[in-house]
């Protein structure tokens, strides 16, 4: 068997793995939302460590990094099936908040690439948007844990929309990075052209398959027109040279708002995320190069240090207007550092689609937020949730892991 | 591949899939247009979804005028692909063998699962004389038929009688490959079930296993015949042997672990299905073991030594719904569309021999067998198409006698691409009039006689 061979072999096994973790615990922890861990394991095997996969066999799976964190770009997607005025006050806010995470990430961004590495100013621009990108969402997957016994109006369900709503900058940040990357299929339109080309291939994908499905749902024709649109519109947004992820993530989107079978098809998908997450997971951490540029563990606390003071006084000012938070105690916000499987699917698909240094930069940036938030975020988290009663403890644990979004009752 | 469906689309439905496929066919085609030089794995994801997607709407609009899907799956990779609207090119085409490795694997594996005991015991003889009569008739008349028609097919007509008689034996051979794919995915489309379904799968399914080993025996001895020199050599009996005695084995045991493991598992089938397509079949022809062999022995162990069949049916039948669409399609994508129109009269004559062979063997058969009035009218109607295993037996040739192989593969495409087209139309058209074919949209019952039935 080849070495490819083998570790697309390997990779299905970590899929399966990813799959027998759905819904599960390990110990009194919830299982990474992010899919940091995997990161780690794939920086262990990958070339700087062990060198059990190599760079030129990561290389060989770039299409199945991509695609899959298109994927993972639909699934987030999917999760938006919400139409009611107060959940989408919460995700509004959860989109300022994103924003004002990103912007301070994006200027500490800004400042540490021209003291640290004297880059010009052709490279920061695209370096600071992508911090922006990949340093301002943070997850919900772990409120998921105590959304069985939490109530829509408590602190679980709260932080769930508000994470929710992260997501959307983060897609339309990586659409307009790519649109503005040189080198492209599209060259001849302008940037803002292309962006609008993104979206709307996803909207109109996403509204073929809303009217190609309305009809009776039936599994197995929805895989096939779901699997066959997905895979024409990631593969025609690699091959022009725009935000895959961003397609499928408005794909998604139009989907779950649209289709009278939008919470079905979300129900289909969603259990899939992990085991796409993982492997992906893993290859990014084998892709890693923490040797891209010097300094780089002081440019990344740095950058890691502004997206926390943001987010702790995020955290102060959602206090003082929701009264839920405010039982929570002031380290709420730090609760907001955890990281989601689609920022890192939006790191990976940057990694690949901008020159380097930026690319692999923001991958290393990425990952880095991803493990930070799963060792402090989480456990503020918990504590946030548990110090007003919404114990996890005694709640038992759904199947259907990360991204869900209950409808309203 | 969808089922027959409880309720047919309403004219809105099929206006919207229409327009659907348009929409496809536009957005990959602009998309050709403005791509940059990419790597061509990503270009073969774009390929994917659009196979997909083409073969699952063409399909659902040629169901309106009675095609079988499978025609629709493989017209989507006709049009789009590499001689037509060229939206699928050569190199893409290639890159998706993997697909075919699955979904060959699938095949096997739901063929095997199929195979009940109780449904062998019931047609083992007429299966058993059928093969015997359509085996031992075509393979002497097609054989005949080449040598007759050689003086008009390009690499042949120049061969002396001891060659020419070896590639006529080789070609004798190919002519009794039946498709195996073909069967199944009509009679997943049309949900099946009676005689002649039950009949067509058991014969399709036990005419793998002596294709193979007639077509090991015909090269042992068209080799000689060819090269001119050496004799026949017992090393390929023996290779044989280890093949199929190893395919069995390993089959046997690769069942009784799905067994264990459907059984105290249970979950995540789908991943289970994709290592073995991957992973297990490259093992297996590393190790020289047939791949196709040792899934259909899984797939029957399964069935027939634990309660887990129907698990495995259903399993491999919700991936087979995507797996099957791009197989086809690809195969449609793969037909050289030049070649034939080159070569359809030569080809056209041997298809419509070996049609004829078909028929009249499948009646004398019947009537030797005893068989019901269903499967004395229709029983050659599986029995025409021909797709990859043909085709990879083509290749098998081509690569032992590279003196005429190139053009012995050409031939073979062509007709396996008639075939192709019109054998799934034929089966579907003889299920529905012998009145098999089932309206109801329940999960997929076996189309194994019901014990009350027989």
Redo the contacts between chains.
């Keep these: 068997?080849?070495e490819a061979?083998g570790l697309?072999?390997a990779l299905?096994?970590l899929?399966?793995l990813g799959?027998?973790l759905v819904g599960r615990r390990a110990g009194r922890v919830a299982v990474g939302s992010s899919g940091a861990e995997y990161v780690v394991l794939g920086v262990v095997v990958g070339p700087e460590l062990l060198g059990v996969v190599s760079r030129e066999l990561t290389q060989e799976f770039?299409?199945l990094s991509?695609?899959g964190a298109a994927w993972l770009g639909l699934v987030a997607g999917l999760g938006f099936g919400h139409r009611s005025s107060r959940r989408l006050v919460r995700v509004t806010v959860g989109g300022l908040l994103a924003i004002s995470m990103g912007v301070t990430a994006a200027a500490a961004t800004w400042i540490l690439a021209d003291s640290l590495w004297d880059l010009e100013a052709s490279t920061r621009i695209p370096l600071a948007l992508g911090a922006a990108v990949v340093c301002s969402a943070t997850a919900h997957d772990l409120t998921r844990r105590f959304a069985p016994v939490a109530a829509a109006d408590g602190l679980a369900g709260l932080l769930s929309d508000i994470a929710r709503g992260s997501t959307l900058p983060v897609a339309l940040g990586g659409a307009v990075l790519l649109a503005t990357v040189p080198?492209?299929?599209?060259s001849e339109f302008t940037w803002d052209a292309r962006y609008a080309l993104t979206l709307g291939?996803g909207v109109?994908l996403g509204l073929?398959a809303s009217?190609?499905l309305?009809?009776?749902f039936?599994?197995?024709?929805s895989?096939?027109?779901l699997?066959?649109?997905?895979?024409?519109?990631?593969?025609?947004a690699?091959?022009?040279?725009v935000s895959a992820v961003a397609l499928t993530f408005t794909m998604g989107l139009v989907i779950a708002l649209v289709s009278r079978h939008g919470s079905e098809i979300r129900q289909m998908v969603e259990p899939t995320s992990k085991?796409v997450l993982l492997p992906i997971a893993l290859l990014a951490g084998a892709a890693i190069q923490p040797g891209i540029q010097p300094l780089l563990g002081l440019f990344i606390v740095g950058v890691l240090l502004a997206r926390a003071l943001t987010s702790f006084l995020g955290g102060l000012l959602l206090r003082r207007i929701s009264s839920s938070i405010r039982r929570a105690g002031p380290g709420v916000g730090f609760g907001l550092l955890t990281s989601s499987a689609f920022t890192l699917a939006v790191a990976v698909e940057l990694n690949y689609a901008l020159p380097s240094p930026v690319g692999p930069l923001l991958l290393v940036l990425a990952a880095a937020s991803s493990v930070f938030g799963e060792l402090f975020g989480s456990w503020q988290l918990v504590r946030s949730l548990r110090g007003v009663s919404e114990d996890d403890r005694a709640a038992p644990v759904s199947e259907v892991p990360s991204l869900h979004f209950r409808r309203d009752s | 591949m969808s089922g027959a469906s409880s309720s047919s689309p309403s004219a809105t439905a099929r206006l919207v899939q229409g327009v659907a496929l348009v929409v496809v066919f536009g957005l990959l085609y602009a998309a050709m247009q403005n791509s940059s030089q990419l790597e061509a794995e990503l270009g073969v994801v774009a390929a994917v979804g659009f196979l997909l997607l083409a073969g699952t709407l063409l399909s659902e609009l040629l169901e309106t005028i009675g095609l079988p899907h499978l025609t629709g799956y493989l017209l989507a990779g006709i049009i789009g692909g590499p001689y037509v609207l060229h939206l699928v090119d050569h190199e893409t085409v290639d890159r998706l063998s993997p697909v075919n490795t699955l979904a060959l694997t699938l095949i096997a594996l739901a063929g095997g699962a199929e195979l009940r005991l109780s449904t062998l015991r019931v047609v083992a003889r007429s299966v058993g004389i059928a093969s015997l009569i359509q085996s031992g008739i075509g393979l002497v008349v097609m054989t005949a038929t080449f040598m007759a028609l050689s003086p008009f097919i390009p690499f042949a007509n120049e061969l002396a009688w001891a060659p020419l008689f070896g590639v006529a034996l080789l070609w004798g051979v190919l002519a009794i490959c039946r498709s195996p794919s073909a069967c199944l995915g009509i009679l997943a489309q049309t949900r099946a079930k009676g005689p002649v379904a039950t009949f067509s799968l058991a014969f399709i399914m036990a005419s793998d296993v002596v294709v193979v080993t007639m077509m090991a025996c015909a090269l042992m001895i068209a080799k000689p015949l060819v090269t001119g020199g050496g004799g026949i050599s017992l090393d390929d009996f023996n290779l044989l042997a280890h093949e199929l005695v190893g395919s069995v084995a390993f089959g046997t045991t690769l069942g009784l672990l799905l067994i264990a493991y459907l059984r105290l598992v249970e979950k995540n089938l789908l991943l289970v299905l994709l290592v073995l397509g991957f992973g297990m079949t490259e093992f297996l022809r590393y190790v020289h073991i047939d791949p196709l062999l040792t899934f259909l022995t899984a797939g029957f162990v399964v069935q027939n030594m634990s309660a887990q069949g129907d698990k495995l049916l259903h399993s491999v039948e919700n991936v087979g719904a995507v797996v099957f669409v791009v197989f086809f399609a690809t195969a449609g994508a793969h037909l050289d569309i030049p070649l034939l129109k080159k070569m359809w009269p030569i080809a056209l004559a041997l298809c419509l021999i070996r049609a004829l062979v078909t028929i009249v063997a499948a009646r004398w058969s019947s009537r030797v067998a005893g068989d019901p009035e269903p499967i004395r009218r229709w029983g050659f109607s599986s029995m025409i198409s021909q797709a990859g295993l043909t085709l990879g037996l083509g290749v098998v040739v081509a690569r032992a006698f590279p003196s005429f192989g190139e053009g012995f593969q050409a031939l073979v495409i062509a007709t396996v691409a008639i075939n192709e087209l019109v054998g799934p139309i034929l089966f579907k058209v003889a299920l529905d009039r012998s009145g098999e074919t089932s309206s109801e949209s329940v999960v997929r019952p076996s189309i194994a006689p019901r014990p009350e039935a027989t």
């Design positions: 068997m080849s061979g697309l072999v299905l096994v899929s399966y799959s027998a770039v299409a991509r695609v080198g492209h299929g599209l291939t109109l073929l009217a190609l309305a009809r009776e039936r599994q197995a024709e895989w096939g027109i699997l066959g649109l997905f895979f024409l519109g990631s593969g025609i690699v091959r022009v040279g085991a």
